[in-house]
């Protein structure tokens, strides 16, 4: 074993956390392979009764039950080996679901940062791929370490009964395959990481594909995609070849010492047969033995092998369930009490990545039950306040209060009921409409998600969908139109019925009478709650009470649309280069 292979540690934390489970059942599994192993060490014994009782002496009782055994034992053998088979199967299949369930759980506790650090590709082939590796590896040490090597030892021991002396000859090829095959497994290990990579790789390009594939058709980019796609195949390819290339060495290395011994066997047994007079049954069972062990030795010769390249998969997989659940404990905290809804940044600064600020020490206060309008230029950090509102990201220092709570103190989750979030670019679930309205939420009523729709002017298209509430939106709703899923998600909204509500316009341009719709709905969501609305159009910052206007992470002025028409500072500039025309005709 080299030092710096992981299969060791990998396999003793496997086996911890899945093997006392099974243990019951891999014994029921280990007593059919050792049936297994049993017969096929008796065929070979049998072989000296075939040459010396039917060939030599030509017992014809011999020939009469001398098949009969023979014929028994390799049923058995067929029978034991299906049993085992299966039995090792259902291990594995429960082994791979229990390991995804448990990643999946894992991932879903920890942060945006995240997912945002690793590509969907890469996290769909640790699920996916990696989570089978455990399964391969588990059967790999069940059938090697189990059927092959019992079945090796056992006709071992048929071979030393038969010639003691020529058995220890044996033994010393050994050594010589073990060293090479050390060699080997550092190649292996090297190729099996990057094999991964390349195939996180396609994966990675495929989802960009399916989810982009308008993009892909109006801007042409088939070319390049098509080049982008084969090189990650073609990577995969190269590394295929070269895995395969570096375990067939096993064979020459192989056939090599299997042939010095059976040279060794014959040239040896042959001398005691033809010098000694010794009869050739013993001989022919020695030799039938040493053929038999052929086949698992090779299997298992190849085994570390394989268990290196599961290894390297299974590692990945531990590396993100090791990960420290960042959710996970913040879900012990006290659970946030909103009485008023009064919403407060102090001093908050952030950056997502760590050389760049986004917010610098941003304060405002958004009053209970008030309508507070954050605008300012694209990027200055309107959207970031939300993402750090809802602790999707954490501030590096300052705090936000609600209602003299700090959020940083109170449970993830009763955060997050407080807010209902309508966002500037929607996300739909696959499913039906209904099931996206209600998403997480506990006994609603029919009547409740009608009334919802009907508040967000939502009811009246979805009733025109080929099945009403229970017509599919397709991947990511695409199979809705930009102000239909609009619409869906203030209708989420109002059925959340949360004190508080977070409003991310959409920049996209809707038609004047879409946006009417909207923006009737959206007066009606926010009526007597704390709603923070980032705002791009001029109707909505006019009916704020507060507006905030945000510059570079920081506020740089604060009062209602006419104080700061009249200061005409900033807000006053952003609202003659953002509004227009449309801000002389009102
Ligand atoms: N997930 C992210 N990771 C890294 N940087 C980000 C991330 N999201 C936003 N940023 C950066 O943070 C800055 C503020 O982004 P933010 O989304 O808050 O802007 P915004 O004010 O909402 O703009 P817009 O009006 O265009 O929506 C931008 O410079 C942006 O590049
Ligand atoms: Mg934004």
Same mark, same amino acid.
Request: charged share 20%.
């Given at each position: 074993m080299t030092s710096d292979a992981p299969v060791w540690p990998v396999v003793k934390r496997l086996f911890g956390e899945h093997a006392r489970e099974y243990i019951p059942r891999y014994a029921v599994a280990f007593f059919f392979m050792a049936i297994v192993a049993g017969s096929t060490a008796l065929t070979a014994w049998l072989m000296r009764d075939v040459i %010396?009782?039917?060939?030599?002496?030509?017992d014809r009782q011999a020939l009469t039950w001398l098949p009969l055994v023979i014929a028994g034992l390799f049923m058995a053998k067929g029978f034991a080996a299906y049993i085992q088979e299966v039995l090792l199967s259902r291990i594995g299949n429960q082994i791979v679901a229990h390991m995804q369930k448990r990643l999946y759980d894992h991932m879903l506790r920890m942060d945006v940062k995240f997912f945002q650090e690793r590509s969907s590709g890469e996290l769909i082939t640790r699920m996916s791929t990696n989570a089978q590796a455990a399964r391969e590896m588990m059967n790999l040490l069940a059938v090697g370490l189990g059927r092959d090597l019992l079945t090796v030892i056992s006709l071992f021991v048929v071979m030393a009964l038969q010639d003691p002396l020529l058995s220890c000859v044996l033994i010393v090829v050994g050594p010589g395959a073990a060293y090479g095959m050390r060699q080997l497994s550092r190649r292996v290990k090297k190729v099996a990481g990057s094999e991964v990579n390349s195939m996180i790789q396609v994966v990675s390009t495929m989802r960009e594909t399916t989810q982009g594939i308008r993009i892909i058709k109006s801007f042409q980019l088939e070319d390049k995609m098509r080049e982008q796609m084969a090189a990650c195949i073609e990577a995969v390819q190269r590394l295929n070849n070269k895995m395969v290339a570096v375990k067939a060495r096993v064979n020459p290395l192989l056939e090599a010492a299997a042939g010095l011994a059976i040279a060794a066997a014959v040239a040896y047994a042959g001398w005691r047969t033809i010098?000694?007079?010794?009869?050739?049954g013993e001989f022919f069972a020695f030799i039938a033995a040493l053929l038999m062990a052929g086949e698992p030795l090779r299997r298992l010769s190849r085994l570390q092998l394989q268990l290196v390249t599961c290894a390297v998969q299974i590692k990945m997989l531990y590396d993100v369930l090791d990960? =420290? *659940?960042?959710?996970a404990e913040a879900q012990a905290k006290p659970q946030l009490v909103v009485r008023r809804g009064e919403v407060r940044f102090d001093k908050t600064s952030f950056a997502y990545?760590?050389?760049?600020?986004?917010? %610098?020490e941003l304060s405002f206060t958004a009053p209970a039950g008030k309508t507070t309008a954050l605008v300012g230029l694209?990027?200055?950090g309107k959207t970031t306040v939300f993402n750090l509102l809802q602790d999707l990201w954490r501030p590096s220092s300052g705090a936000i209060y609600i209602d003299n709570q700090s959020?940083?103190?109170?449970?993830l989750s009763s955060l997050r009921r407080q807010m209902a979030l309508v966002s500037q670019d929607v996300f739909m679930f696959e499913g039906t409409v209904r099931e996206n309205l209600v998403? *997480?939420?506990?006994?609603?009523s029919e009547d409740a998600v009608i009334a919802a729709a009907r508040a967000a002017h939502a009811d009246e298209f979805i009733r025109r969908l =080929?099945?009403?509430?229970?017509t599919p939106v397709g991947e990511?709703?695409?199979?809705?139109?930009g102000g239909q899923r609009q619409r869906l998600s203030i209708a989420r909204a109002f059925l959340k019925d949360a004190p508080i509500i977070l409003l991310d316009e959409p920049t996209s341009a809707l038609d004047s009478e879409t946006e009417r719709i909207i923006q009737t709905a959206l007066q009606s969501l926010t009526g007597g709650r704390t709603t923070i609305v980032i705002a791009h159009r001029l109707a909505t910052v006019a009916q704020a009470d507060v507006i905030h206007v945000l510059d570079q992470g920081r506020v740089v002025e604060s009062g209602n649309q006419a104080e700061l028409l009249r200061r005409d500072g900033r807000y006053a500039r952003l609202h003659r280069l953002q509004f227009g025309d449309l801000a002389a005709q009102s």
């Open positions: %010396n009782d039917v060939f030599v002496k030509q010098s000694h007079g010794q009869s050739p990960t =420290p *659940a960042v959710e990545t760590d050389n760049t600020p986004v917010l %610098n694209s990027g200055s959020i940083a103190d109170v449970s998403g *997480a939420l506990k006994d609603v =080929p099945q009403g509430y229970d990511l709703g695409g199979r809705l139109s």
